[in-house]
């Protein structure tokens, strides 16, 4: 298929291989920001490929994993109420909460659905006025703009059962986060491309200043991530701060203006507590007040929420690039994708899961 | 969950006040909105995440791209050759 297939050609991605073993000349520490593009990497066997100066850490840009635990034991909590149908997307719903999980839920008799997009949220809603619809509206900048149409397209169809309970992050705060570490060992990133294709790059430029490490938006296929690694270490070896594009079909310097408008209309920015890292600053989105009907937390009342995290999970410290999974004593042992301790382990963008799948 | 896929847009259409379209990737057909990006026209390719189209796949930038890598290539199979 056009767009895929020419950019997983072996050859193509061999040669690209052969130029950063060309490029090298030292040790370099990248970090993919995108879950999406660790288990690409590790799939594909991009990393064993790698020249063994280049060593790639992973990180947070799993909206799966850095969704706080107080949140999904909120999901919990109101999608076991009656007379709700709750809504997710499919990666939700093993991911563990103090205790249990969606699926749990579903299971004692919740209902709880999965769907694809939001927008099977809302056709649900106004198919059945006698349930009050919940959406689990999670992601990164990538979900916001189909999460917030959800919210619109209900207001525009004058729908009082719709509700979604937020939990959105951003990209730039957790990079100013991990940077800003004394621990942290990255050296250049690679961005998440399609955060970048909806919020463009120019909001790296200040993070550049700050920090003085070069950022390459990087695609999600084979060919994409080896391109964006090489972009990466010729300007690690070339001493240059900036941001390059290797994303290029599908990211532009603005990104897509619409989306943003609409994103700013519907959220504003607010303090963000990320799984396993704890509160960063202003690192997310919650909705303005005007759209205070559609917000799940204030439509029902789940009392105190008492989190209880396993006290074995290192998630944490693997979402900030400090670990990889092999360092976690649980991991394969207590901690497998069927009975997972740690939302990393769950989900087709977690650094554990791609190291359990893919026997790393 | 950010991983979005290329699809090809094969029809346009309103539904209930949104811009939606068929899209056809490889030959499995879903529906996705076009709010964000009203001006894909049919044949042209979008990525498309849950259901949205989040961007307008750039078919010159595209070439661009694939022609300077197979060059990296290309360079590659003369020094191997030589």
Not at chain 1, 79 to 108: I, N, T, W
Not at chain 1, 323 to 342: I, N, Q, R, T, Y
Request: proline share 6%; hydrophobic share 40%; glycine share 10%.
């Amino acid at each position: 298929m056009k767009y895929v297939d020419e950019y997983r050609s072996a050859p193509l991605v061999k040669g690209v291989i052969q130029e950063i073993r060309r490029t090298v000349t030292r040790p370099w520490t990248l970090m993919e920001i995108c879950g999406g593009q660790t288990h690409a990497i590790v799939r594909h066997g991009i990393d064993q490929l790698l020249p063994p100066e280049i060593e790639l850490v992973h990180g947070p840009g799993c909206p799966v994993c850095v969704t706080p635990l107080e949140l999904i034991d909120k999901a919990l909590e109101i999608a076991s109420q009656p007379d709700v149908m709750f809504c997710s997307y499919g990666e939700m719903l093993r991911v563990p909460g103090s205790g249990r999980d969606l699926f749990s839920v579903k299971a004692q008799g919740g209902d709880v659905r999965v769907v694809y997009s939001p927008l099977d949220a809302v056709a649900l809603a106004e198919k059945n006025p006698g349930k009050e619809v919940v959406f689990f509206a999670i992601g990164f900048e990538t979900t916001a703009p189909p999460n917030v149409m959800s919210v619109l397209h209900a207001q525009r169809l004058g729908l009082t059962n719709y509700s979604v309970l937020v939990s959105h992050v951003c990209v730039p705060p957790a990079i100013r986060a991990i940077l800003s570490s004394p621990d942290h060992r990255v050296q250049s990133f690679l961005l998440a491309g399609h955060v970048n294709a909806v919020m463009g790059y120019h909001e790296y430029s200040s993070l550049l200043d700050e920090f003085h490490i070069p950022m390459v938006v990087t695609g999600f296929e084979p060919l994409d991530i080896v391109q964006g690694i090489l972009k990466a270490v010729q300007l690690l070896e070339a001493g240059k701060i900036e941001i390059a594009n290797a994303y290029s079909r599908a990211v532009t310097f603005d990104g897509l203006r619409p989306a943003q408008d609409s994103i700013h209309q519907v959220f504003m920015e607010c303090d963000r507590t990320w799984r396993g890292i704890g509160v960063i600053p202003m690192s997310g989105w919650c909705l303005r007040p005007e759209f205070d009907r559609f917000n799940a937390e204030k439509r029902f009342d789940v009392g105190t929420i008492k989190t209880q995290e396993s006290s074995l999970c290192i998630a944490g410290q693997i979402l900030q690039g400090l670990k990889k999974p092999h360092d976690c004593p649980a991991f394969g042992v207590e901690c497998m994708p069927e009975s997972p301790l740690g939302a990393t382990m769950v989900s087709s963008e977690g650094a554990c899961a791609a190291y359990y799948k893919y026997k790393r | 969950m950010c991983l979005g896929v290329p699809g090809k847009i094969v029809e346009k259409y309103e539904k209930g006040g949104l811009q939606m379209a068929k899209v056809d990737f490889g030959g499995v057909f879903r529906e996705a909105c076009l709010a964000y990006v009203p001006e894909a026209n049919v044949g042209e390719y979008c990525i498309i995440h849950v259901g949205f189209a989040i961007s307008l796949l750039s078919e010159s930038e595209a070439n661009e791209t694939l022609d300077l890598l197979k060059q990296i290539g290309t360079f590659e199979e003369e020094i191997g050759q030589g």
